[in-house]
């Protein structure tokens, strides 16, 4: 079989002067990871690292002859769209690829639209709104909340200073993601303390979830429990050494069944295709609450999705296979 890889060819972009780089680099593994088991699975690979403009990457793509396209593509540093756009570029070329269609990929990225759906097919999502600097007055949820960028992924914007206990640190955050994302509003949401699951669903029509894990988080007094930039990328870091995983979950069978009900049901809420990663935590009332749907979640070998994959029993090649075996499937 003929396999084209693509992905981020590694250039300079806006994330090395906010010293958000490592989140991109990070790429290259999953991208080396996946060559090699192409390969071991005895394949044919052809890959194109991926430049823009965008106009640049149809022609590209119009020149892939292959069975199947791997989609490690993450979107143009400062144009997360563009993740969603050469998904619908290898619709429109009849390509099969692995992962989530560009109407998932569109919608998880937005995390408002996303949880608007959510909420209309009854799962539960934090309160938020988007607020801009100048329109605070509007602001009604509850503090303490955690401010995000609304269209954003790997944690970037994410600090210990995103989750703020009153109106001056609100409008200092609100600020501060609205000039680093061009205008755009930031998502205010109240801040869920309870304890933080990640799921990984795979499968198209009849999915699967694999084992569930538990963010565990031993961080100094005063530190907020949320998986920062610092948490996932710079190991150096307070967050970094003092967040640590759990895999399967040590938990109760009556919430590990409510945990993957409702990861399924986010998945395909979502329209997610292949694999995903649905990230939950706990309310008040120990129901689990959807934070974010990642579409086509980190394929690096220390990444959550993998480290699911292998205690379900699969090695990377194995799961390597299975999202290709998904990515061929006749829906």
């Known amino acids: 079989m003929q396999i084209a890889l693509i992905y981020n060819a590694p250039i300079p972009s806006l994330y ?3 010293g958000e780089s490592k989140a991109e680099s990070g790429v290259l593994e999953a991208v080396r990871a996946v060559r090699r088991s192409i390969r071991a699975l005895g394949h044919n690979l052809i890959e194109f690292p991926l430049l823009p403009p965008l106009e640049s990457v149809r022609k590209t793509l119009a020149t892939v002859k292959a069975d199947c396209v791997f989609n490690l593509f993450e979107g143009f540093a400062g144009l997360p769209r563009t993740e969603a756009e050469v998904a619908g570029c290898l619709e429109d070329l009849g390509l099969p690829f692995t992962g989530s269609p560009s109407s998932a990929l ?4 937005d995390k408002a639209a ?3 759906r959510l909420r209309h097919r009854g ?3 934090a309160a938020q709104q988007l ?3 100048g329109y605070l007055s509007n602001f009604h949820l509850k503090f303490p909340c955690i401010v995000k960028p609304q269209a954003d992924d790997a944690s970037h914007g994410l600090s210990e200073n995103s989750v703020v206990f009153d109106t001056g640190a609100l409008f200092r955050e609100v600020q501060a993601s609205v000039e680093r994302y061009d205008s755009a509003p930031a998502l205010v949401e109240e801040f869920l303390p309870g304890r933080e699951f990640n799921v990984t669903v795979f499968g198209n029509d009849v999915p699967e979830v694999l084992p569930l894990s538990e963010i565990i988080y031993t961080l100094p007094p005063g530190l907020p429990k949320i998986l920062t930039f610092a948490a996932k990328w710079e190991p150096e870091s307070s967050y970094f050494q003092n967040t640590n995983v759990k895999c399967p979950a040590d938990i109760t069978p009556e919430l590990a069944s409510d945990l993957r009900s409702t990861a399924l049901a986010a998945f395909n809420a979502i329209g997610c295709r292949g694999y995903a990663r649905v990230d939950m935590r706990l ?6 609450v959807v934070m ?4 086509n979640p980190d394929l690096s070998p220390d990444a959550g999705t993998v480290r699911q994959a292998k205690k379900a029993g699969l090695s990377y090649k194995g799961m390597v296979k299975r999202i290709i075996e998904f990515a061929l499937e006749k829906t």
């Open 123 to 125: 799962i539960r999502t």
């Open 283 to 288: 309310d008040s009332e120990g129901q689990p």
């Open 16 to 18: 090395d002067a906010r």
């Open 131 to 133: 607020l801009e600097t």
């Open 106 to 109: 569109l919608l998880a990225l």
């Open 292 to 295: 974010e749907v990642n579409a």
């Open 114 to 116: 996303a949880a608007s």
